[in-house]
T-cell receptor
């Protein structure tokens, strides 16, 4: 079933191309950021995280970039595959007792 | 498999009714979080418990309540249900809480449909 609705920004990429998904975060006190992937009918899954003392972190086929000056986070997926089709959420840890705060999400659609 | 278990996976009920959603966190995690995901919204934080105590409250309606039991499982109770309560309800768990909670591990969700 559908995990999220009709009003998400959508990014369509050709299979094999690189994808870049952007996120603006709101709280300058946030010092931990996570990207989650949510496939249709499933719960969000951890992809990669980054702490504010870094500006780049690489995983397998994924890279997260953090620009604290403009409060911007991006997720780069190399050689995008059909299995990468999903909704991607960024999340920040905010301040105090606030749990992770999630962005609205971006739907990635991979064209074979 | 995240290790977080939610039941039921699907639930269909009528307006005015009451339902209970259940969550078992990952082994060793003391924090449980409830999130609501509707068609036109992202993940909306509802409530957070740590080791049996409420730690943070989000946009949770007064008709909704939750608790975390001594064995750390949690239940989310939704009462006087309205059509707009139809959504996916996710439970997540983490070892810690607050600013330093780290990664949240999500269950597969409970899809509630109110007719």
């Amino acid at each position: 079933g559908e995990s999220v609705g009709l009003h998400l920004p959508t990014l369509s990429v050709q299979e094999g191309d690189n994808s870049i998904i952007n996120c603006a975060y709101s709280n300058s006190a946030s010092d931990y950021f996570i990207w989650y992937k949510q496939e249709s009918g499933k719960g969000p899954q951890f992809i990669i995280d980054i702490r504010s003392n870094m500006d780049k972190r690489q995983g397998q086929r994924v890279t997260v970039l953090l620009n604290k000056t403009v409060k911007h986070l991006s997720l780069q997926i190399a050689a995008t595959q059909p299995g990468d089709s999903a909704v991607y959420f960024c999340a920040e840890n905010g301040s105090g007792n606030t749990p992770l705060v999630f962005g609205k999400g971006t739907r990635l659609s991979v064209i074979a | 498999d995240s290790g977080v278990t939610q039941t039921p996976k699907h639930l269909i009920t009528a307006t005015g009714q009451r339902v209970t959603l259940r969550c078992s966190p990952r082994s060793g995690d003391l924090s449980v979080y409830w999130y609501q995901q509707s068609l036109d919204q992202g993940l909306q934080f509802l409530i957070h418990y740590y080791n049996g105590e409420e730690r943070a409250k989000g946009n949770i309606l007064e008709r909704f309540s939750a608790q975390q039991f001594p064995d750390l499982h949690s239940e989310l109770n939704l009462s006087s249900l309205e059509l707009g309560d139809s959504a996916l309800y996710f439970c997540a768990s983490s070892v810690g809480w607050g600013h330093d909670a780290g990664e949240l591990f999500f269950g597969e969700g409970s899809r509630l449909t109110v007719l």
